[in-house]
C-alpha cells in the first residue's frame, strides 16, 4: 500500500488523507475547486496557496506567476503534488466575487448564510459571512436522489409514482439538512445562531422535488412548471434539527425560467453579469439538458435543449463521470493518440470532456468522417481497455446537435448572429474541462475559441450573490425574469433543419492536408 499524507484545506477547514506524491487536481475538484482551463495550466484560476508543508514549484508554476508570488507560497492547484503534509489556502474562497474587484453593497447584514448549487449530480454549500462575504465552510457530496436515476427524466418517472415524489422531496431535504449541520459544526459553536438564511438554485426539476411540487407536468408536453417561482421555508417548516440552527432562519429556492432552465441557470445570469452587458453574449451550461441563454441588458431568450446523457458519460459504452479511471483529455502526439487518466492508473472508462477530445483527435486523424462514420467501421482505439464504437459517435452527434441548433435559434430569436456573440461564458464542470478547441472542432461550439470562457460555478456564484443581496432585497427577482422570455425550441420550425445540420461534424484541416 503506498503511503499517504496529510491535506489541510483552508478556509474550508478539512483535512484528508492522500496518497504520497499523488497529483491533487482530482481530489480538490471533490472538494468543489474548480480548474477554468481544465487543469491544463493556461491560466491561473486555479490558484492556491501554500501556507504549510513544501511544495517546490514546477516550470508551468514558474510561467504563471512571479518570484515574489512563488515566494509567498502560491502553486497552480492542476500541478500540485502531495509530496508531503501540506495546509493550502483556496483562493477561489476568499471572496464572494470570484475575480470581480468593485465593493460590495454596504447594506449586507450580520450573520451567517449558507448557498447551495443543488445539481442532478451533485450538491455543493458554502458558508459565508454576511458582512464581508468570506467563506468559512464548504461541503460538497454526490446528490442521494441519483439511486432513483441519474438522469432528470428518470427521477420525474419515480416521481410520478405512488409516494415516488415524497421519498425524492424527503432524501433531498434530509441531505441537505445534513450538509447545514456540518457546515454549521466547522465553526465555533457560539456562532451557530448567527444563521440567518440559506440560499438554494438548481435545475426545475430540482427546485419542485425540494419544495415538495408535483412533478408530472415536467414529464408531458409541454412540460410546464406547476409553480416555476421564488419557493420559501423556515428550517422549522423543513422538518431540520434547531438545535444548532435557528428554527426561523428563512430557505429560499430561487425561481426558475422555464420549464427545463432553472434558478441554477437565473444564477448564472447574475454571475456572468449578462442582464448588465451592453452587447448580446451567451450562458451555456452543458450536461443531459443543455441551457442556453443569449442576450444583454435588454432583453433575453433562453431555452433548454435535450441533448441526452452523452456529455456526462452516459449511454457511451465505456463512458462514465469524471471520476478516478475516466479518460478526461486526450490528445495527438506524433500521430498517435495520448490519454490523460483522472486519478492516475489505467483507464477504466471515458468521461464527457475525453469525448469531446477523442473525436476531436479522430477526425484530425481522419479515423473519423465528417459524416460520423469510423474509418472501416473500426472501433477508435484509445488505449489497451477503452474505445468508442460507432453507437458511441452517433450518441455524441445527436448530442451536440441539439446544443448547436439550440444556439442558432436563440440567436435568431434574439436578432444576432452567432460569430458576433462574445463573450460565451461556458457554466459548470463540463464547461471547466471541455477542451474550446475540441468543442469547436466537433461543431458543439460553433465559435471563435478565444470567445469562449469557462466560467465555473456560476450557479453557486449567483446564489451568493443573491444570498448578500448583491442585487437587492427582492429574492424573486420579477424584473429580471420579466426580460427572458422561454424558447421552446423543439417547436420551432427550423429545429429539425438545423438539428439535422449540427449532427455532421466539421472537415477537419489537418486530415485533408494529408
Same mark, same amino acid.
Given at each position: 500500500?503506498?503511503?499517504?499524507?496529510?491535506?489541510?484545506?483552508?478556509?474550508?477547514?478539512?483535512?484528508?488523507?492522500?496518497?504520497?506524491?499523488?497529483?491533487?487536481?482530482?481530489?480538490?475538484?471533490?472538494?468543489?475547486?474548480?480548474?477554468?482551463?481544465?487543469?491544463?495550466?493556461?491560466?491561473?484560476?486555479?490558484?492556491?496557496?501554500?501556507?504549510?508543508?513544501?511544495?517546490?514549484?514546477?516550470?508551468?508554476?514558474?510561467?504563471?506567476?512571479?518570484?515574489?508570488?512563488?515566494?509567498?507560497?502560491?502553486?497552480?492547484?492542476?500541478?500540485?503534488?502531495?509530496?508531503?503534509?501540506?495546509?493550502?489556502?483556496?483562493?477561489?474562497?476568499?471572496?464572494?466575487?470570484?475575480?470581480?474587484?468593485?465593493?460590495?453593497?454596504?447594506?449586507?447584514?450580520?450573520?451567517?448564510?449558507?448557498?447551495?448549487?443543488?445539481?442532478?449530480?451533485?450538491?455543493?454549500?458554502?458558508?459565508?459571512?454576511?458582512?464581508?462575504?468570506?467563506?468559512?465552510?464548504?461541503?460538497?457530496?454526490?446528490?442521494?436522489?441519483?439511486?432513483?436515476?441519474?438522469?432528470?427524466?428518470?427521477?420525474?418517472?419515480?416521481?410520478?409514482?405512488?409516494?415516488?415524489?415524497?421519498?425524492?422531496?424527503?432524501?433531498?431535504?434530509?441531505?441537505?439538512?445534513?450538509?447545514?449541520?456540518?457546515?454549521?459544526?466547522?465553526?465555533?459553536?457560539?456562532?451557530?445562531?448567527?444563521?440567518?438564511?440559506?440560499?438554494?438554485?438548481?435545475?426545475?426539476?430540482? %427546485?419542485?422535488?425540494?419544495? $415538495?411540487? =408535483?412533478?408530472?407536468?415536467? &414529464?408531458?408536453?409541454?412540460? +410546464?412548471? /406547476?409553480?416555476? #417561482? @421564488?419557493?420559501?421555508?423556515?428550517?422549522?417548516?423543513?422538518?431540520?434539527?434547531?438545535?444548532?440552527?435557528?428554527?426561523?432562519?428563512?430557505?429560499?429556492?430561487?425561481?426558475?425560467?422555464?420549464?427545463?432552465?432553472?434558478?441554477?441557470?437565473?444564477?448564472?445570469?447574475?454571475?456572468?453579469?449578462?442582464?448588465?452587458?451592453?452587447?448580446?453574449?451567451?450562458?451555456?451550461?452543458?450536461?443531459?439538458?443543455?441551457?442556453?441563454?443569449?442576450?444583454?441588458?435588454?432583453?433575453?431568450?433562453?431555452?433548454?435543449?435535450?441533448?441526452?446523457?452523452?456529455?456526462?458519460?452516459?449511454?457511451?459504452?465505456?463512458?462514465?463521470?469524471?471520476?478516478?479511471?475516466?479518460?478526461?483529455?486526450?490528445?495527438?502526439?506524433?500521430?498517435?493518440?495520448?490519454? %490523460?487518466?483522472?486519478?492516475? $492508473?489505467? =483507464?477504466?472508462?471515458?468521461? &464527457?470532456?475525453?469525448?469531446? +477530445?477523442? /473525436?476531436?483527435? #479522430? @477526425?484530425?486523424?481522419?479515423?473519423?468522417?465528417?459524416?460520423?462514420?469510423?474509418?472501416?467501421?473500426?472501433?477508435?482505439?484509445?488505449?489497451?481497455?477503452?474505445?468508442?464504437?460507432?453507437?458511441?459517435?452517433?450518441?455524441?452527434?445527436?448530442?451536440?446537435?441539439?446544443?448547436?441548433?439550440?444556439?442558432?435559434?436563440?440567436?435568431?430569436?434574439?436578432?444576432?448572429?452567432?460569430?458576433?456573440?462574445?463573450?460565451?461564458?461556458?457554466?459548470?464542470?463540463?464547461?471547466?474541462?471541455?477542451?474550446?478547441?475540441?468543442?469547436?472542432?466537433?461543431?458543439?461550439?460553433?465559435?471563435?475559441?478565444?470567445?469562449?470562457?469557462?466560467?465555473?460555478?456560476?450557479?453557486?456564484?449567483?446564489?451568493?450573490?443573491?444570498?448578500?443581496?448583491?442585487?437587492?432585497?427582492?429574492?424573486?427577482?420579477?424584473?429580471?425574469?420579466?426580460?427572458?422570455?422561454?424558447?421552446?425550441?423543439?417547436?420551432?420550425?427550423?429545429?429539425?433543419?438545423?438539428?439535422?445540420?449540427?449532427?455532421?461534424?466539421?472537415?477537419?484541416?489537418?486530415?485533408?492536408?494529408?
Amino acid at each position: 500500500m503506498s503511503p499517504r499524507v496529510d491535506l489541510r484545506l483552508e478556509p474550508a477547514g478539512r483535512s484528508l488523507s492522500v496518497e504520497h506524491g499523488a497529483l491533487l487536481q482530482d481530489e480538490l475538484f471533490a472538494q468543489g475547486v474548480e480548474f477554468p482551463c481544465g487543469g491544463r495550466a493556461r491560466c491561473r484560476g486555479c490558484r492556491v496557496r501554500v501556507v504549510a508543508g513544501q511544495a517546490p514549484p514546477t516550470a508551468e508554476d514558474g510561467a504563471r506567476f512571479t518570484q515574489e508570488e512563488l515566494g509567498e507560497g502560491w502553486r497552480l492547484a492542476c500541478r500540485l503534488r502531495a509530496s508531503g503534509a501540506l495546509t493550502i489556502e483556496l483562493a477561489q474562497w476568499e471572496t464572494l466575487i470570484l475575480g470581480d474587484e468593485s465593493s460590495l453593497p454596504a447594506s449586507l447584514r450580520e450573520g451567517l448564510g449558507i448557498a447551495i448549487d443543488v445539481g442532478t449530480t451533485t450538491v455543493v454549500a458554502q458558508l459565508l459571512e454576511l458582512r464581508t462575504g468570506r467563506v468559512l465552510g464548504v461541503r460538497a457530496s454526490v446528490n442521494p436522489q441519483a439511486r432513483f436515476g441519474a438522469d432528470l427524466m428518470s427521477r420525474v418517472d419515480f416521481g410520478t409514482r405512488a409516494e415516488g415524489r415524497s421519498c425524492l422531496t424527503r432524501v433531498i431535504r434530509d441531505h441537505i439538512g445534513g450538509m447545514v449541520q456540518e457546515l454549521v459544526a466547522s465553526v465555533d459553536a457560539c456562532r451557530a445562531t448567527e444563521i440567518q438564511e440559506i440560499v438554494l438554485v438548481g435545475n426545475t426539476v430540482m %427546485h419542485h422535488l425540494f419544495a $415538495g411540487l =408535483a412533478v408530472d407536468s415536467l &414529464g408531458q408536453h409541454p412540460f +410546464d412548471p /406547476v409553480d416555476p #417561482g @421564488l419557493q420559501s421555508f423556515t428550517v422549522k417548516d423543513l422538518g431540520w434539527p434547531s438545535d444548532t440552527v435557528p428554527p426561523t432562519a428563512g430557505v429560499h429556492f430561487l425561481p426558475c425560467l422555464g420549464s427545463f432552465v432553472g434558478s441554477d441557470i437565473l444564477a448564472g445570469i447574475l454571475a456572468t453579469r449578462l442582464h448588465q452587458a451592453s452587447t448580446p453574449g451567451a450562458l451555456i451550461d452543458l450536461g443531459t439538458n443543455g441551457e442556453i441563454v443569449i442576450g444583454n441588458r435588454e432583453r433575453m431568450v433562453c431555452a433548454s435543449t435535450a441533448a441526452g446523457p452523452a456529455f456526462e458519460g452516459a449511454r457511451i459504452v465505456m463512458g462514465m463521470r469524471a471520476a478516478t479511471g475516466a479518460i478526461s483529455e486526450v490528445q495527438v502526439n506524433d500521430g498517435t493518440l495520448r490519454c %490523460h487518466v483522472i486519478g492516475g $492508473g489505467s =483507464a477504466r472508462g471515458i468521461c &464527457g470532456s475525453g469525448l469531446v +477530445d477523442a /473525436v476531436a483527435c #479522430g @477526425l484530425d486523424l481522419g479515423l473519423i468522417q465528417p459524416n460520423g462514420r469510423l474509418f472501416q467501421g473500426m472501433p477508435l482505439r484509445l488505449d489497451s481497455m477503452v474505445e468508442l464504437s460507432q453507437c458511441d459517435i452517433r450518441e455524441l452527434q445527436l448530442a451536440k446537435g441539439a446544443i448547436a441548433a439550440g444556439i442558432r435559434i436563440l440567436a435568431d430569436r434574439w436578432g444576432t448572429r452567432v460569430e458576433w456573440l462574445t463573450p460565451v461564458c461556458l457554466a459548470g464542470a463540463f464547461g471547466n474541462y471541455i477542451n474550446r478547441v475540441s468543442a469547436q472542432a466537433i461543431g458543439l461550439l460553433p465559435f471563435p475559441s478565444e470567445r469562449v470562457t469557462p466560467a465555473g460555478n456560476t450557479a453557486l456564484l449567483g446564489a451568493k450573490m443573491a444570498l448578500l443581496r448583491v442585487w437587492g432585497p427582492d429574492l424573486d427577482f420579477k424584473e429580471l425574469r420579466d426580460k427572458v422570455e422561454h424558447v421552446s425550441v423543439n417547436h420551432d420550425p427550423l429545429f429539425i433543419d438545423h438539428y439535422v445540420a449540427e449532427m455532421g461534424f466539421p472537415r477537419s484541416p489537418v486530415a485533408e492536408s494529408r
